[in-house]
């Protein structure tokens, strides 16, 4: 549908400037790599939690269970909401919770201090998710992939620098030097400011843009089947990934005897990786179809999943960084997916999808550090290697252009 066309449709009048906010999606990343930043410390030092208040296994998957569950069963809530009643400044009072969290991490004097910490973190990323990725959309000029992948590129690099600022800042200094990064948090939340201005500001057209119909409704049935399969397909992906992401360090020190510094450096090669395949999915689904690039990501990094239980050092750190350029760059094509298959309701499916992929994160880090505490670190990359496997399910998924005329692999 052309610009022409949506300016004057259901007599709505528009503003006839569709280009891509590109200053506004760089803000949105750029908060998401400091909040993801902080994420990613907070699991970086699961190390040092580990020694300094003698956690087992099952305990440090408690911790990612605390922060993934507030913010998976806070999300969807909040999209909901926030589709209904929009509160551009809820961006900056997550971040606030976020801060919160960071100082209860530095001087958590117990367990179920680190859990709560834990939860305030979580909370932090249940309010910022769903309205940062319903901004994201609104400022995409209608490429929606590529806002996507520019929004969530930010979290997977915040992710990726984690580790290193963990082994040369807090390693050396001790936990309570985590209370530093409170300044990151500070920062977001004055970036995050600018941005709900200018959210607040274009509200109304951007809102009335939003509604326009960009396609004929898709039938229920095939709706609610394609929901399954998303679903599946998310918690295929998740639930490996949180094996990466939290018990990838204690894999190597374990089975290859690498120290902790150098094992931190390793998880930075492999969430490096997944910022790359981050930043390439959104766009390629633009321009071939989100589905081929959900069946590729997902069913194409079963052969290195696989392998990557029997490989030796150089070649488990080469097998992670292919695991993590490709499986990263199903999620932003899932989500664009999800809001194309139920359009008008960005925040509820937002909310949705990050909710659930939080979720699945934490129940399987809980349970996947239960069976490494009963078995083996090797056993459980044994188990979780056959997950991308689910990939096959993404045959089911409907091809979406056809319910949307003039349009081929892309989307309005």
Same mark, same amino acid.
């Given at each position: 549908?052309?610009?022409?066309?949506?300016?004057?449709?259901?007599?709505?009048?528009?503003? /006839?400037?569709?280009?891509?906010?590109?200053?506004?999606?760089? %803000?949105?990343?750029?908060?998401?790599?400091?909040?993801?930043?902080?994420?990613s410390v907070v699991i970086a030092l699961y190390p040092l939690l580990k020694s300094?208040?003698?956690?087992?296994?099952?305990?440090?998957?408690?911790?990612?269970?605390?922060?993934?569950?507030?913010?998976?069963? !806070?999300?969807?809530?909040?999209?909901?909401?926030?589709?209904?009643?929009? #509160? $551009?400044?809820?961006?900056?009072?997550?971040?606030?919770?976020?801060?919160?969290?960071?100082? *209860?991490?530095?001087?958590? $004097?117990?367990?179920?201090?680190?859990?709560?910490?834990?939860?305030?973190?979580?909370?932090?990323?249940?309010?910022?998710?769903?309205?940062?990725? +319903?901004?994201?959309? !609104?400022?995409?000029?209608?490429?929606?992939?590529?806002?996507?992948?520019?929004?969530?590129?930010?979290?997977?690099?915040?992710?990726?620098?984690?580790?290193?600022?963990?082994?040369?800042?807090?390693?050396?200094?001790?936990? +309570?030097?985590?209370?530093? =990064?409170?300044?990151?948090?500070?920062?977001?939340?004055?970036?995050?400011?600018?941005?709900?201005?200018?959210?607040?500001?274009? #509200?109304? *057209?951007?809102?009335?843009?939003?509604?326009?119909?960009?396609?004929? %409704?898709? $039938?229920? +049935?095939?709706?609610?089947?394609?929901?399954?399969?998303?679903?599946?397909?998310?918690?295929?992906?998740?639930?490996y990934l949180a094996s990466l992401s939290s018990f990838y360090t204690f894999y190597?020190?374990? #089975?290859?005897?690498?120290?902790?510094?150098? *094992?931190?450096?390793?998880?930075?090669? =492999?969430?490096?990786?997944?910022?790359?395949?981050? !930043?390439?999915?959104?766009?390629?689904?633009?321009?071939?179809?989100?589905?081929?690039?959900?069946?590729?990501?997902?069913?194409?990094?079963?052969?290195?999943?696989?392998?990557?239980?029997?490989?030796?050092?150089?070649?488990?750190?080469?097998?992670?960084? =292919?695991?993590?350029?490709?499986?990263?760059? *199903?999620?932003?094509?899932?989500?664009?997916?999800?809001?194309?298959?139920?359009?008008? #309701?960005?925040?509820?499916?937002s909310g949705l999808f990050f909710g659930l992929a939080f979720g699945m994160a934490?129940?399987?880090?809980?349970? !996947?550090?239960?069976?490494?505490?009963?078995?083996?670190?090797?056993?459980?990359?044994?188990?979780?290697?056959?997950? $991308?496997?689910?990939?096959?399910?993404?045959?089911?998924?409907?091809?979406?252009? /056809?319910?949307?005329?003039?349009?081929?692999?892309?989307?309005?």
């Open positions: 549908m052309s610009s022409e066309s949506n300016a004057t449709l259901s007599g709505v009048s528009l503003p /006839r400037d569709e280009a891509t906010r590109f200053g506004v999606l760089g %803000a949105l990343s750029f908060s998401h790599f400091l909040n993801d930043m902080i994420q300094e208040f003698s956690l087992s296994f099952g305990q440090i998957g408690l911790i990612t269970l605390a922060y993934q569950m507030t913010a998976s069963l !806070l999300q969807p809530v909040v999209g909901i909401y926030t589709d209904r009643h929009p #509160r $551009p400044y809820s961006v900056v009072v997550g971040m606030g919770f976020t801060l919160s969290g960071i100082i *209860a991490f530095a001087f958590a $004097p117990n367990f179920g201090s680190l859990l709560c910490a834990a939860a305030l973190v979580g909370t932090g990323s249940s309010i910022f998710h769903p309205e940062s990725s +319903r901004v994201a959309r !609104l400022a995409s000029g209608g490429q929606h992939g590529l806002a996507q992948s520019i929004f969530q590129v930010g979290g997977n690099s915040g992710a990726a620098v984690g580790p290193l600022l963990v082994a040369g800042i807090i390693y050396p200094n001790g936990l +309570r030097s985590f209370a530093w =990064f409170a300044s990151a948090a500070l920062l977001a939340m004055i970036v995050l400011s600018r941005v709900a201005a200018w959210y607040r500001s274009h #509200r109304v *057209a951007l809102k009335a843009r939003a509604a326009l119909p960009t396609h004929v %409704a898709v $039938p229920r +049935r095939t709706v609610i089947t394609a929901m399954i399969v998303l679903l599946l397909l998310v918690f295929s992906k998740y639930v190597l020190i374990e #089975r290859f005897a690498v120290p902790v510094q150098q *094992a931190q450096i390793y998880l930075f090669f =492999f969430l490096g990786a997944a910022a790359v395949g981050t !930043l390439a999915g959104g766009p390629i689904g633009d321009r071939i179809g989100r589905k081929y690039v959900i069946w590729g990501s997902i069913l194409g990094v079963a052969p290195f999943t696989l392998a990557l239980p029997y490989a030796s050092l150089p070649w488990t750190v080469v097998l992670t960084v =292919f695991i993590g350029l490709i499986i990263s760059s *199903a999620f932003s094509a899932i989500l664009v997916y999800a809001q194309e298959l139920i359009p008008g #309701r960005v925040g509820t499916i934490g129940l399987g880090a809980a349970l !996947l550090g239960r069976v490494a505490d009963a078995t083996s670190l090797v056993a459980v990359y044994h188990m979780v290697a056959y997950l $991308p496997l689910l990939g096959l399910l993404a045959i089911f998924l409907p091809d979406l252009e /056809r319910y949307m005329p003039g349009k081929v692999g892309k989307t309005a």
